[in-house]
């Protein structure tokens, strides 16, 4: 198989693989999480995920998707991002992560891109955050505690 | 446009790709899902052994809790799987649990129901014994095809 067409498989299976990871809820009485895939012609991010546990408010974050093949992870998982998409995703105003996708065991590891971390490449994932159900947990918690403390919507507008 | 999709489209849809992703652990030359509402989710190519390739067609069905030993199955569909003119293999997923079973609707029609409408098809529960014998059926290198999946 050419080169650019395993990096398509392993791709393709990556997108399934995360929307399975953050739907599972095999501890939990329903998903934490609903997403759509923006497609490759969004820049930057690749998916945006709702939360689906809270009345009324629909918090959201973003996330940025890389998917490998490379060996099994000991400490960390090996990704390849650049410093333009830490910077990128640095300007969103909202939670951004990026996941880290090992597809032939099909775990899915995140870090968060937040103010305060550097514009640098990110290119290791600690498998202390592959996100288990607990870590789901602590994520979906993580999101509902950012927007809790922020406006849900502006309060004027001039086309009104 | 609906406001949030249910959980019912969502496990739906978690079934969908478990299903996907067990036919490609399986070694699918493709995994296809037709394009229109064909009542086939996916259409499955495997190599035979031969330098040729087998088509399947494959239908899954969500549910969220664990299965028994039979799967109550609309009769249409049923006729739909076991009347085709390549095999079929009709997996049922749990997409809460993420375990997968499994039937190979026949020409030879399972019990109806009482409701007369659906019919009682026995399922097995897929480990990776069942799941290599699942890939040789699906190769057509198995007991029940024919050499070189010819048929």
Known sequence: MKKRALKDVIGKRGENIVELCLTEYATFPAPLFDLTHLGDKWPVVDYYVELTTVPGKRPFFFLQAKATAATNPKKSLAISTSRDDVAALLEIPAPTYILGIHEPSKRVFIRSVHEGVGIKAITRIPVGYELTANNLKILHDEVVRFWRRRRHKPTYSVFL | ?151
């Open chain 2, 1 to 151: 446009m609906n406001n949030t999709r249910s959980q019912a489209e969502i496990v739906g849809r978690r079934a969908e790709l478990l299903a996907e992703l067990f036919l490609q652990d399986l070694g699918a030359t493709f995994v296809s899902r037709p394009t229109d509402d064909s009542g086939i989710d996916f259409i499955v190519a495997f190599p035979n052994g031969q330098g040729g390739t087998n088509l399947s067609a494959v239908e899954v069905k969500a549910t969220e809790h664990p299965v028994g030993e039979f799967y109550a199955l609309d009769k249409k569909w049923y006729r739909r799987l076991a009347h085709s003119n390549v095999p079929s293999l009709l997996l049922v997923v749990d997409a809460k649990h993420n375990r997968l079973y499994h039937a190979w609707p026949s020409e030879a029609e399972p019990k109806l129901n009482s409701d007369i409408r659906s019919v009682r098809v026995r399922i097995a529960p897929i480990d990776e014994e069942v799941k290599e014998q699942i890939r040789e059926r699906l190769a057509g290198t198995d007991k029940h095809s024919p050499v070189g999946g010819s048929r």
